[in-house]
């Protein structure tokens, strides 16, 4: 496959209720670092694929090379699902992700329901 397909990745910073504190420190450190990203939304409960609350940010491929090793040694105790975004939703989230932290299991089925 090429790599021309990636369009931008999405990091979800998964969290749980005892540890989003520490979710809280370690976007604001990301927003310092990183303020060319996209924030998004708080998430408090799971929400589509995602088994655990979450936040997501979304980066260009022009930034994969500072972010990811970043999060790699900045990511405390939490859990980032990391993907990129190639238009198949189901290849990116089952087959191209990479996990920082403990793996979890996604709820794909909305995504084999789309092909």
Do not use: C
Not at 42 to 47: F, G, I, Y
Not at 81 to 103: K, S, V
């Amino acid at each position: 496959m090429n790599v021309d397909r990636i369009r931008s990745f999405h990091a979800h910073v998964y969290f749980e209720p005892q540890t989003r504190q520490e979710a809280e420190l370690l976007r604001a450190r990301m927003e310092h670092e990183f303020p060319d990203a996209i924030y998004g939304r708080w998430h408090d409960r799971p929400v589509g694929p995602h088994p655990s609350s979450m936040f997501q940010v979304a980066f260009g491929t022009d930034m994969f090379a500072a972010i990811v090793p970043w999060l790699a040694l900045n990511h405390g105790g939490l859990t980032i699902f990391l993907h990129p975004e190639t238009g198949d939703e189901l290849a990116d989230h089952a087959h191209h992700a990479i996990w920082i932290g403990r793996q979890q299991m996604l709820k794909l089925e909305q995504f084999m329901n789309r092909r």
